[in-house]
T-cell receptor
Framework: SAVISQKPSRDICQRGTSLTIQCQVD?????MFWYRQQPGQSLTLIATANQGSEATYESGFVIDKFPISRPNLTFSTLTVSNMSPEDSSIYLCSEISGQGDEQFFGPGTRLTVL | AQSVTQPDIHITVSEGASLELRCNYSYGATPYLFWYVQSPGQGLQLLLK??????LVQGIKGFEAEFKRSQSSFNLRKPSVHWSDAAEYFC???????????FGAGTTVTVRA
């Protein structure tokens, strides 16, 4: 499996500001995803990060709030914009090498919004 | 509607005792099935997966899971738990014609001495 790193590992931010989270994979992967895990909750898919094109968002998530980039096959960013305390969550990126393969996850970014 | 259900929110088990975590899914065709573990402050680690074939799947850390098509279930088991098995366990599914993971709500396992 690929090794996935995320930066930052955690951050505390003020409401109204934005934070960009980076996800780096050590090998080229087919697909990358971003998930949110709210406190005490399960994981919810935010979007599929498409290489060279706009991300595909799941219901309830919009590009203006969670802009995503994927400039190449090993790197993606998720921005949490105009943050509010409700955005306090763990954000995880994941990768998959092929349809039906298992997904591997990064260590997550723990975000606290005050 | 497609869904994955983990009926048990929290399970407490004694160290050395057996553990079984339940997972049921509702999909038109048998999806790909996974169990992940999330230890406190850690990321998600894949325990095991089922795609096809033998319905009893062996995973890491001494875990196994059994796929039962008739019951739409994929229950996770471990014969003898260790204190380090205290964690959050997630069942997850991917439709066979898709790539998006859907997670169950998770089961928190507490291990008492």
């Amino acid at each position: 499996s690929a090794v996935i790193s995320q930066k930052p590992s955690r951050d505390i931010c003020q409401r109204g500001t934005s934070l960009t989270i980076q996800c780096q994979v050590d090998s080229q992967v087919t697909m990358m995803f971003w998930y949110r895990q709210q406190p005490g909750q399960s994981l919810t898919l935010i979007a599929t990060a498409n290489q060279g094109s706009e991300a595909t968002y799941e219901s309830g998530f919009v590009i203006d709030k969670f802009p995503i980039s994927r400039p190449n096959l090993t790197f993606s960013t998720l921005t949490v914009s105009n943050m509010s305390p409700e955005d306090s969550s763990i954000y995880l990126c994941s990768e998959i090498s092929g349809q039906g393969d298992e997904q591997f996850f990064g260590p997550g970014t723990r975000l606290t919004v005050l | 509607a497609q869904s994955v259900t983990q009926p048990d929110i929290h399970i407490t088990v004694s160290e050395g005792a057996s553990l079984e975590l339940r997972c049921n899914y509702s999909y038109g065709a048998t999806p790909y099935l996974f169990w992940y573990v999330q230890s406190p402050g850690q990321g998600l680690q894949l325990l095991l997966k089922y795609f096809s074939g033998d319905t009893l799947v062996q995973g890491i850390k001494g875990f196994e899971a059994e796929f039962k098509r008739s019951q739409s279930s994929f229950n996770l088991r471990k014969p003898s738990v260790h204190w380090s098995d205290a964690a959050e366990y997630f069942c997850a599914v991917v439709p066979s014609n898709d790539y998006k993971l859907s997670f169950g709500a998770g089961t928190t396992v507490t291990v008492r001495a």
